[in-house]
């Protein structure tokens, strides 16, 4: 029992250090967003991408180290990790409530700071859409498709000369 206990807070501890991470680079965004340094938000989108890969596998082993250590006090694998709490040796619950209630506080931060880096990435492309409209009046806007291409544009019969003229 006490290995699959230490697997368990060992997984719980994993999961705080990685979404403490993503905390730490959606920040960074924030302020690159902040900034307008575009090529540096780029760079971040990639490592947000890779760490928010690595949350999935980090919550999965918790997921699972969960599962066994319910099996061990023959409770059913769905149990919760509130529920599970419940069952282990009161020495151990303080470390664990923690563990559970700073992951908890971790993903709302995290969840807030992702809605506000959106909020403001979408500021940025609404005004750029502006700028556009006042450049090119008539032209339909840009819009891409899920797997990342731009339907094709129709020639509108007018050069770009005559449309700046």
């Known amino acids: 029992m006490k290995?699959?206990?230490?697997a368990f807070i060992e997984a719980l501890r994993e999961e705080l250090k990685e979404y403490g991470g993503l905390l730490a680079l959606l920040e960074e965004q924030q302020d690159q967003l902040i900034r307008r340094a575009a090529d540096e938000v780029l760079?971040?989108?990639?490592s947000i991408d890779v760490r928010t890969t690595a949350i999935q596998q980090v919550r999965?082993?918790?997921?699972?180290?969960?599962?066994?250590?319910a099996a061990v006090y023959e409770l059913s694998p769905e149990a919760t990790v509130l529920e599970l709490v419940g069952w282990l040796p009161e020495t151990r619950r303080p470390l664990l409530r923690a563990l559970i209630d700073e992951n908890n506080a971790l993903v709302i931060r995290v969840r807030e700071r992702a809605q506000q880096n959106h909020l403001l990435l979408s500021h940025s492309l609404s005004l750029m859409q502006r700028f556009f409209n006042a450049l090119f009046p008539g032209s339909r806007p840009l819009v891409y498709s899920e797997d990342g291409f731009a339907p094709p544009t129709p020639a509108t019969g007018h050069s770009l000369y005559d449309a700046v003229g």
């Open 3 to 6: 290995d699959k206990l230490d």
């Open 60 to 69: 999965n082993r918790r997921e699972r180290s969960r599962a066994d250590l």
């Open 43 to 46: 760079n971040t989108v990639t």
